[in-house]
């Protein structure tokens, strides 16, 4: 009797469609989004190295002053509704009517502080620029334009983080391509007929201003259907009252190093310190998937697991970069100093701080990110007292009429900045855990 002999067979295994799908398009939204982002950042590159070869080094400093002032407004207009934004609608971005609700609220509590912001910034922007040596019309002019922009900004802000907390991909790239693009069109246009700080403000403005109509008419159905709501007004004052006190001095802190150099030393100082900062865009370009899908992934994670992965697969990618960018920088800084032209050649040492500074501080802001992304707030106080502590201790051995004393300065707030979000994270992570805990 024979006996048949049977080979086995393997099963064999497919991926289900449905995984190769979404696969297929994840990757096709990424590989979009990155090479249209490429290019924007690209304008944004070359609008910024136009200006600083451009500009006249006054000019250059006025503007620079400029730019300051609305960073300082856009914090302050803030204070923590992009958290909120953030933690609640990372919750409900799926409901399209509570999700409205939510931005419109959000809207109308940022143009109560835009308003408190303007006039507690304005005055001592106009001191500032009169300080660098421009005249009492071109500083109200300059004025004017820096808080036309501060106020579209802060609208399409809120525009842009729904956006991204939806994945409209395609609306927030737009977005961000029309801002760019027209103002490296303008930008170009005074580059090569009359560079001045005014128009240079100016080119800013119209860009703003053409990026919130476009954003306007994509929402018209949120904003014309949506009003503001009280259903999160516990949280929001919660939110708030924890980071209102950090946002203002971190607000304080972000400019003070051209506040310094306004006071002690010159318009060239204030000038070098501008164009030096031009050389954050690689930095910016690096942490472009941080906003964009990493904070948001961040607010949407509900295992403590899955929390962990993230937090270990962004600081260790994001710290390999920015050290290597910063060794790039300190054998090789004229390389980096070609793109600013010859008036600033002579700022190596500076750089080399500058681009420390600048890590220490990507890494900060990133953890912050982290932090507000989940709400884990509480105890971000603590950052003001740690960081003046350590201002306090290195002020007394430093030269502020220097641009080196006063990038050093900058650099602690960011070491005592970077010590309370870390803590902060381990914190939220350990509340998390045990309320998972609870809840099985």
């Not at 660098?132 to 900004?153: D, G, H, K, P, T």
């Not at 005014?198 to 119209?206: D, H, N, P, Q």
């Not at 603590?382 to 003046?388: A, D, K, R, V």
């Amino acid at each position: 009797m024979s006996v048949r002999r049977q080979t086995a067979k393997w099963p064999q295994w497919h991926w289900p469609v449905g995984i190769i799908s979404r696969l297929r398009s994840n990757l096709q939204q990424i590989v979009v989004y990155s090479g249209v982002q490429g290019l924007i950042q690209v304008a944004n590159a070359v609008t910024g190295f136009l200006l600083v070869r451009s500009l006249s080094t006054a000019d250059y400093a006025w503007f620079t002053v400029g730019t300051a002032a609305m960073a300082t407004v856009n914090i302050l207009a803030d204070l923590g509704l992009g958290s909120v934004l953030s933690s609640v609608g990372g919750r409900i971005c799926n409901d399209v009517s509570r999700f409205s609700r939510l931005v419109t609220t959000v809207r109308e509590r940022r143009r109560t502080f835009l308003l408190l912001a303007t006039v507690i910034t304005g005055p001592l922007t106009f001191w500032a620029l009169c300080r660098n040596e421009a005249s009492a019309q071109l500083s109200a002019a300059i004025l004017l334009f820096v808080f036309l922009s501060a106020m579209m900004a802060t609208e399409a802000a809120v525009w842009l983080n729904a956006a991204k907390l939806r994945r409209q991909t395609k609306i927030f790239v737009q977005a961000e391509a029309t801002f760019s693009m027209s103002r490296l069109a303008l930008t170009s246009l005074i580059s090569y007929a009359s560079p001045t700080a005014l128009l240079a403000s100016a080119a800013t403005s119209i860009a703003y201003c053409l990026q919130l109509r476009f954003l306007r008419q994509e929402n018209k159905e949120c904003i014309e259907n949506s009003e503001p709501s009280d259903e999160w007004a516990s949280e929001i004052r919660t939110i708030v009252r924890n980071t209102a006190p950090l946002g203002i001095f971190s607000c304080v802190q972000g400019q003070l190093s051209i506040f310094i150099l306004s006071f002690f030393a010159s318009a060239q100082a204030v000038a070098g310190l501008g164009a030096l900062t031009r050389l954050s865009i690689i930095f910016v370009c690096l942490g472009l998937p941080l906003g964009h899908f990493i904070f948001p992934a961040f607010a949407r994670c509900e295992s403590t697991k899955r929390l962990v992965t993230v937090l270990l697969a962004t600081y260790s990618t994001f710290l390999c970069l920015t050290v290597a960018i910063f060794t790039f920088g300190y054998f090789f800084p004229e390389l980096l100093l070609m793109f600013l032209g010859d008036k600033y050649a002579h700022l190596t040492a500076e750089l080399v701080l500058f681009l420390a500074g600048t890590t220490v501080a990507f890494i900060a802001n990133m953890s912050w990110g982290l932090v507000f992304a989940r709400g884990w707030v509480r105890h971000a106080w603590l950052s003001i007292p740690i960081t003046l502590s350590l201002q306090i201790l290195l002020a007394p051995m430093l030269d502020f009429t220097e641009i080196r004393s006063v990038i050093l300065f900058s650099a602690a707030a960011q070491i005592g900045s970077l010590m309370v979000a870390v803590g902060l994270i381990f914190r939220g992570l350990r509340t998390h855990s045990d309320s998972a805990m609870a809840t099985d």
